[in-house]
């Protein structure tokens, strides 16, 4: 990986593969490491606003990628590599996992720029959860 004119945001391993993003500003690449070890292009992004590595986070569930960046959440199909913006919840600031035995998300909501985060689990249609990110949170699923 030698040919990139943006800097690389983030590498990240799946049960699928081994990803990275790159892009800077409004930007994004997204990339897949291939079999002969090369970086191959899966699909490219442009963002409503400026983003910053901080703002960052990903959860995959199946074939899916789901990438946040600041409250803009976008999705890409592994197989199919289509991306689409997300219908996930447009508070949900930055994506942390997902927990594919009890079919939820984990991430950190910020309703507002006066509000602090929360920490957030969640399905597509529902918050089951949400604690200010200040008090500690013991998550024990079986």
Request: hydrophobic share 40%; no cysteine.
């Amino acid at each position: 990986i030698t040919q990139l004119n943006e800097p690389i945001i983030e590498f990240f391993k799946t049960q699928k593969g081994v990803y990275f993003v790159s892009g800077q500003n409004q930007e994004i690449n997204i990339w897949q490491i291939n079999k002969q070890n090369k970086a191959e292009r899966l699909n490219s992004f442009r963002l409503a606003l400026n983003f910053s590595e901080i703002d960052f986070g990903w959860a995959q569930k199946e074939d899916t990628l789901y990438l946040s960046f600041a409250g803009e959440i976008l999705e890409l199909n592994l197989k199919t590599k289509e991306k689409k913006k997300s219908e996930l919840d447009s508070t949900i600031y930055r994506l942390l996992a997902y927990l594919d035995n009890k079919k939820y998300f984990i991430g950190l909501k910020k309703p507002s720029a006066l509000k602090e985060y929360s920490l957030v689990i969640f399905n597509e249609k529902d918050i089951v959860f949400e604690s200010p990110i200040k008090e500690k949170i013991v998550y024990l699923g079986s």
